[in-house]
């Protein structure tokens, strides 16, 4: 009697030395969900429907930096709510070539949203934002009470 249960253990071939038809497809769905979530996916360039962003904390300011791509300034909008910062947009993209031989249009769209949550309040008049070369940078200035205080600690010995 043959086990229906695939073990990782097991090697992946039956008894008569075919292939083992439960492994080879517990495989193949581990694959396709090991792939689901990954930045692998042509949807957006370098990634999934979501763009990069890097999140940078110094002593006075938090700086967040997301890559827009092909996007212009006038297709997404930067909200500031509270302690949550979000980017929220819409890509469209067309491409249309013509030849003698064929014709060819490829249409592309969809809308991204991101929030990052900031250690702080923030202040509308603390932040300020620069988009130039399909890069956004934010920078939203700490409140003093949140600004680090470092306090040297004494050691003593017993």
Same mark, same amino acid.
């Given at each position: 009697?043959?086990?229906?249960?695939?073990?990782?253990?097991?090697?992946?071939?039956?008894?008569?030395?075919?292939?083992?038809?439960?492994?080879?497809?517990?495989?193949?769905?581990?694959?396709?969900?090991?792939?689901?979530?990954?930045?692998?996916?042509?949807?957006?360039?370098?990634?999934?429907?979501?763009?990069?962003?890097?999140?940078?904390?110094?002593?006075?300011?938090?700086?967040?930096?997301?890559?827009?791509?092909?996007?212009?300034?006038?297709?997404?909008?930067?909200?500031?709510?509270?302690?949550?910062?979000?980017? #929220?947009?819409?890509?469209?993209?067309?491409? +249309?070539? *013509? /030849? =003698?031989?064929?014709?060819?249009?490829? !249409? &592309?769209?969809?809308?991204?949203?991101?929030?990052?949550?900031?250690?702080?309040?923030?202040?509308?008049?603390?932040?300020?934002?620069?988009?130039?070369?399909?890069?956004? #940078?934010?920078?939203?200035?700490?409140?003093? +009470?949140? *600004? /680090? =205080?470092?306090?040297?600690?004494?050691? !003593? &010995?017993?």
């Amino acid at each position: 009697m043959r086990t229906l249960m695939t073990f990782p253990w097991r090697n992946e071939t039956d008894q008569k030395g075919g292939i083992d038809p439960f492994t080879a497809m517990q495989r193949e769905i581990n694959r396709v969900f090991n792939e689901f979530g990954s930045r692998e996916k042509p949807a957006w360039p370098g990634g999934a429907l979501s763009p990069h962003i890097d999140v940078a904390e110094t002593e006075t300011a938090v700086e967040v930096t997301a890559e827009l791509p092909g996007i212009d300034e006038k297709d997404f909008e930067l909200v500031l709510e509270n302690d949550l910062l979000t980017i #929220k947009g819409e890509k469209k993209s067309e491409r +249309e070539e *013509k /030849n =003698k031989d064929y014709h060819v249009v490829e !249409r &592309s769209f969809g809308s991204f949203s991101r929030s990052i949550r900031l250690p702080f309040t923030a202040e509308a008049e603390a932040a300020k934002a620069q988009f130039a070369k399909g890069v956004l #940078k934010v920078t939203i200035a700490k409140p003093a +009470e949140a *600004k /680090n =205080k470092t306090v040297k600690i004494p050691i !003593r &010995s017993n």
